[in-house]
């Protein structure tokens, strides 16, 4: 079993920033892909990112490139994702997951683990 609990998330202006983290707690963390979805009101949960264990390389949704960012600390058994140029459509509950092994995994079904979700709001 793996916990995953996120936090960072808040409220912040159009074109502003913030940095995301998700700790995990359980089996080696180090042996799993770390990702992170959102879900806004009303849609469906969307890929926005993921990192591979030991190598990582690094996948991102398209609406988030060039302005997100995807990092792990191995020795902290935490994932980071920080958020640059925010828009108000980045507006949602964000999700840290987790999949054993090595997959640049970008569905929901792929993952094995889900944190609770951290709220970020983003004003115009």
């Known amino acids: 079993q793996v916990q995953l609990v996120e936090s960072g998330g808040g409220m912040v202006q159009a074109g502003g920033s913030l940095r995301l983290s998700c700790v995990a707690s359980?089996?080696?963390?180090?042996?799993?892909?770390m990702g992170w979805f959102r879900q806004a009101p009303g849609k469906e949960r969307e890929f926005v990112t993921v990192?591979?264990?030991?190598?990582?390389?690094?996948q991102y949704g398209d609406s988030v490139k060039g302005r997100f960012t995807i990092s792990r600390d191995n020795s902290k058994n935490a994932v980071y994702l920080q958020m640059n140029s925010l828009k108000p459509e980045d507006t949602a509950v964000y999700y840290c997951?987790?999949?054993?092994?090595?997959?640049?995994?970008?569905?929901?079904?792929?993952?094995?683990?889900w944190g609770q979700g951290t709220q970020v709001t983003v004003s115009s």
């Open positions: 997951a987790a999949k054993f092994g090595y997959y640049l995994a970008a569905t929901v079904g792929a993952y094995d683990y």
């Open positions: 990192i591979t264990p030991t190598l990582g390389n690094t």
């Open positions: 359980g089996r080696t963390a180090s042996s799993y892909s």
